[in-house]
C-alpha cells in the first residue's frame, strides 16, 4: 500500500482521498483554509458530499510541508486557478523523484499552460514526475462507489501505469495514455462546450440541440488539439468525449448547471454565485479564445459562449449566429 498526500479539500480531493483509503492505502489531506481542516477532522463529512462519510484514517493538516514529506504521491486537487500558487508553496519541500498527479482542469490565461506544465514551471526540478488525471468522474458519484473510469496521463508510461496500479479498484477502472497535452486540453476545453450545452437547456432546447453542440463541440476541441500537436484519438476517448458527455449532461456539472442559468438571462457573476463553487468552463474561455487566435483555429461554439459571457450577446443571438453560418460540410 501507498502513503498519499492530498492537497486540497474539495469535493474531487475529498472523493478520491476517501476511495484511496478504502483501498488500503494511508492517505492525508491538506488544505489552505484553517477552518475546513478542523470541520473535516471533526464531523468527518463534507457539505457538498452528502452521505459520504470521511474514514477515521484519513489524517488532515494545514502545515504544507507535512504532507509533501514521504509521500509516494502527491495528488494536486486545488483548483485550477490556485495549482500555481499552491505549486509555489509547495516547491520547496517536494523531493527529487516525486510523483506529482494533477486532477485539475484548466489552461492559465495570461501564459496558455495546462496544470502539469504550471505545476513543472513553478518546482523547476526536472526529475519530479507529472501525471495529469482526467476523465468523466463527478466526485458525487466517486464518492458513492459508482463504477467510474479515468485516464492516467504521463510522458512517462512506467509512471502512468504505476499510477494506474494505485487508483484502480473495483469502482475505478484506470487507463493509460502517453498524450498528456491532449488529455488536459480536453479537461479545460468540454467545460465550455458544457456551459453551451446548459445555455441551451435554460433557453428552453431539448436533447436535439444537446446532441449538436456537444458532437460539434468535440469537433472545435479535436481541431483545436491537432493544431497543438496532440494525438486524435485521445479526443474520442474518455478524456474527450466521454469527459465531454459526462459534464455537458449531469444533474452535478457545475458548468452546466451555470449554462442553465445563462440561459435563462441570468447575469455571470450572479449564476457563478449561485453554482456556489469554481465553474472552470468560465476561467478557460479567456485561455480557449487566445489559442484560438495562436493557432488559427475556427472555434464558433467557444466563441458563441464567451460573447455570452462577456455581455457582448445574449444567449438567444448566440443561437441565432450559429444556426446561420455559412453552409459546410462536416
Not at 161 to 183: H, I, P
Not at 260 to 274: F, H, N, R, T, V
Not at 317 to 327: D, F, G, I
Request: glycine share 8%; charged share 20%; aromatic share 4%.
Amino acid at each position: 500500500m501507498k502513503k498519499i498526500g492530498v492537497l486540497g479539500a474539495g469535493t474531487w480531493g475529498m472523493a478520491l482521498a476517501r476511495m484511496l483509503c478504502v483501498s488500503g492505502h494511508t492517505v492525508s489531506v491538506w488544505s489552505a483554509l484553517a477552518n475546513e481542516v478542523e470541520e473535516f477532522a471533526a464531523t468527518r463529512r463534507h457539505p457538498n458530499l452528502p452521505g459520504m462519510v470521511i474514514p477515521e484514517e484519513i489524517a488532515f493538516t494545514g502545515d504544507i510541508a507535512e504532507i509533501c514529506k514521504d509521500k509516494d504521491i502527491l495528488l494536486f486537487a486545488v483548483p485550477s486557478p490556485f495549482v500555481r500558487a499552491t505549486a509555489r508553496q509547495a516547491a520547496a519541500y517536494i523531493p527529487d523523484g516525486q510523483i506529482i498527479v494533477d486532477v485539475a482542469k484548466g489552461i492559465e490565461a495570461n501564459t496558455l499552460k495546462t496544470m502539469t506544465q504550471i505545476i513543472a514551471d513553478e518546482l523547476k526540478n526536472p526529475t519530479v514526475k507529472l501525471v495529469a488525471l482526467s476523465g468523466p468522474t463527478h466526485a458525487e458519484e466517486v464518492a458513492r462507489d459508482l463504477p467510474t473510469t479515468i485516464v492516467s496521463a504521463c510522458e512517462d508510461m512506467e509512471v502512468a501505469k504505476f499510477v494506474q496500479d494505485v487508483f484502480f479498484n473495483t469502482c475505478m477502472r484506470v487507463y493509460t495514455n502517453e498524450d498528456v497535452l491532449g488529455v488536459e486540453l480536453s479537461g479545460a476545453m468540454k467545460n465550455i462546450i458544457a456551459l453551451a450545452s446548459g445555455i441551451a437547456v435554460g433557453l428552453g432546447y431539448g436533447d436535439n440541440t444537446k446532441a449538436a453542440l456537444m458532437t460539434r463541440g468535440i469537433a472545435e476541441i479535436a481541431r483545436l488539439g491537432s493544431a497543438m500537436g496532440c494525438n486524435s484519438q485521445t479526443f474520442l476517448g474518455l478524456a474527450g468525449i466521454g469527459d465531454l458527455i459526462v459534464t455537458a449532461t449531469s444533474v452535478h456539472s457545475r458548468n452546466n448547471r451555470c449554462g442553465m442559468l445563462l440561459g435563462k438571462g441570468i447575469p455571470p457573476q450572479e449564476a457563478i454565485k449561485q453554482v456556489g463553487m469554481v465553474v472552470e468552463g468560465i476561467n478557460a474561455l479567456p485561455a480557449a479564445m487566445r489559442l484560438a487566435e495562436q493557432y488559427h483555429v475556427e472555434l464558433p461554439i467557444m466563441t458563441a459562449v464567451n460573447d455570452v459571457v462577456n455581455g457582448t450577446i445574449t444567449p438567444e443571438q448566440a443561437v441565432s449566429y450559429l444556426m446561420s453560418r455559412e453552409k459546410s460540410a462536416e
